[in-house]
Nanobody, 125 residues
């Protein structure tokens, strides 16, 4: 049984940083591309940042390029999202999941229904 546990969210001010972590069990983590998605009420989940099995390729949605960095530690079955210069529009529930990354990292799509509980990020004054 696949288990996904996200952590690290919180309430921060615009311009602050947060580091989200995700640990995965129940599958050979190093064999799967992984990604972070986010969702706000009333909207579909969107891919934020994705990373290949060994760290490449990486995909970022346009709105986070230059501010967010995705990384992974296969020895620890861990996925990390470093978020800097946070903006109010980054407010969402963040999830990690196995993904598929398209050619030239043009897009990233979820590849599983094994979603965790997510971790809430709120950016507000």
């Amino acid at each position: 049984q696949v288990q996904v546990v996200e952590s690290g969210g919180g309430l921060v001010q615009p311009g602050d940083s947060l580091r989200l972590s995700c640990t995965v069990s129940g599958l050979p983590f190093d064999q799967y591309p992984m990604g972070w998605f986010r969702q706000v009420p009333g909207k579909e989940r969107e891919a934020v940042a994705c990373i290949g099995r060994s760290g490449n390729p990486t995909y970022y949605t346009d709105s986070v390029k230059g501010r967010f960095t995705v990384s992974r530690d296969n020895a620890k079955n861990s996925l990390v999202l470093q978020m800097n210069s946070l903006k109010p529009e980054d407010t969402a529930m963040y999830y990690c999941v196995t993904v598929g990354i398209t050619a030239h990292a043009a897009n990233c799509v979820s590849a599983s229904e094994d979603w965790g509980q997510g971790t809430q990020v709120t950016v507000s004054l």
